[in-house]
């Protein structure tokens, strides 16, 4: 790398805030007061993520007289829910190549339902007028490496042979140049209907007012800090309360889990991303992005990118960091090295946009899980439910996981109870320093592999046996 190409790299982001873009609304709504003293309800949601929220919401919809309660540690949206690159995609399994890999006797009916889930998602954004810029633009996966192309054009013709092609198209480099300008682009698989973009943190606040309105009582600031039985119920003890409920769902993801057996079942790993300033028509017009669709590359150190509303970029991904002992800290949102990073792919990407501007640099803890794809149960006679391991693509399937809570909590067989992928679990994370030295070598193989025509070492092949996974 030429020292004067970092240099304008780097200058790129000197006006950059590290905060979270979403986040910095003058429209964000005030707190909830915390709970003071006790509380009694029928379902207590922890958790003011997407994961809780859907869960008071769909509560509510389906019972109006369930009384339901929702605690937050900090503000609804804060967390992963307000940090993310509002990819909000119908699949449930981590894109279909995951899902085929795993459950490949269900994935037509997995298929079924993600589609069916997010168009529940875009009917609740009508329904409840939630203002979050939903957009549904499909996505493209993109190749920019030789090798990469002919492995998208062979995964098309798979999933062409499976019947799970439906609104897909294979792109050569020609037609995906068509859609979004890049010289790094030589093919791409667009899939028109299972994507939509969103402001994420507006669909937090939104399905916050949404909650409020029917009726749920929200106490922001508000941490669970235990979770015990109570008679008949459960009893969860906050700094200044308590509260007791019939049934418990837990949405905290990332954060330790009330119930300590499912918390080696998540790490926490960091992602970052950068916004730019507003593109003018002219810089919008040379990389002729007019449907707006989401994009990501197909390395296994991957970028996703998409426009915000005003014409952003936000640019996003690449690094994945695990801190020794997975711990979710706050001084591990802003890495400025990987900002860097991150605008000289920018840049190589997008070299007709030389000159634009960073706005905006930030990043936040993914839950990832050993299977790339949320696991549930339940716990305390069925009494307590709980939701993780969305990886980075909890936007739209954690309404799903709310589906799933609510029907373990009712003690309810449905087609969304009986699937495999809701019965088992994935493998747990092995306690450190071996967490830490199996995603590092993981890591390291991954670059190797994106470096020598994505041939996958030993390593990386006995993690595919044992169905283990970490990307970026």
Not at 9 to 26: C, I, K, N, Q, Y
Not at 364 to 377: E, K, L, P, Q, V
Not at 391 to 402: N, Q, Y
Not at 444 to 463: E, F, I, P, Q, V
Request: proline residues 5%.
């Amino acid at each position: 790398m030429a020292p004067s190409a970092m240099t304008r790299w780097t200058t790129s982001l000197s006006e950059a805030r590290p905060v979270p873009f979403w986040l910095d609304d003058p429209g964000r709504p005030h707190p909830e007061p915390a709970l003071t003293g006790a509380e009694t309800c029928d379902l207590l949601v922890v958790g003011g993520g997407y994961s809780g929220l859907w869960t008071a919401l769909i509560a509510k919809e389906r019972d109006p007289q369930r009384d339901v309660v929702l605690l937050e540690g900090r503000e609804a949206g804060w967390a992963a829910s307000g940090r993310n690159g509002g990819f909000c995609a119908a699949s449930l399994t981590h894109g279909l190549a995951n899902g085929v890999a795993r459950w490949p006797d269900e994935i037509h009916k997995l298929q079924e339902l993600g589609a069916r889930n997010l168009d529940e998602i875009e009917k609740a954004v009508a329904r409840h007028s939630l203002d979050c810029d939903f957009e549904r633009t499909g996505e493209i996966d993109v190749a920019t490496e030789t090798y990469q192309a002919f492995e998208l054009r062979d995964w098309y013709e798979e999933t062409v042979r499976r019947g799970l092609a439906e609104d897909t198209e294979f792109l050569d480099a020609e037609a995906v140049r068509e859609q979004v300008d890049s010289p790094t682009f030589v093919a791409g698989l667009y899939d028109r209907r299972g994507v939509a973009l969103v402001h994420p943190a507006k669909l937090a606040w939104g399905l916050k007012r949404a909650c409020l309105r029917l009726g749920v009582r929200i106490y922001e600031h508000t941490p669970a800090l235990t979770l015990k039985p109570y008679g008949a119920g459960m009893a969860v003890r906050t700094p200044y309360g308590r509260v007791r409920a019939r049934r418990v769902a837990l949405g905290t993801n990332i954060f330790p889990n009330l119930v300590k057996r499912v918390r080696s079942y998540t790490v926490p790993v960091y992602d970052y991303a950068l916004m730019t300033e507003p593109l003018s028509p002219d810089r919008l017009a040379s990389i002729g992005w007019n449907e707006r669709q989401g994009l990501g590359d197909s390395a296994n150190q991957f970028h996703y990118f998409r426009l915000s509303a005003d014409n952003r970029i936000l640019w996003g991904g690449y690094d994945a960091i695990y801190s020794y002992g997975g711990r979710v800290r706050a001084e591990y949102d802003d890495r400025p090295e990987t900002y860097a990073k991150l605008a000289g792919h920018f840049f190589g990407c997008f070299p007709q946009l030389e000159g634009v501007r960073f706005t905006h640099a930030w990043g936040g803890a993914i839950d990832t899980c050993s299977r790339f794809s949320a696991f549930f149960g339940t716990a305390y006679r069925e009494r307590v439910a709980y939701a993780a391991g969305y990886t980075g693509l909890g936007v739209g399937a954690t309404r799903f996981g709310a589906e799933v809570m609510l029907d373990l909590l009712a003690g309810e067989r449905t087609e969304r109870t009986e699937l495999e992928m809701v019965r088992k679990k994935p493998l747990p994370f092995p306690p450190e320093p071996f967490a830490w030295t199996g995603i590092a070598l993981t890591k390291w193989s991954l670059a190797r592999a994106d470096a020598h025509d994505g041939r996958r070492n030993l390593w990386l092949k006995t993690m595919d046996r044992l169905g283990l996974g970490f990307d970026s």
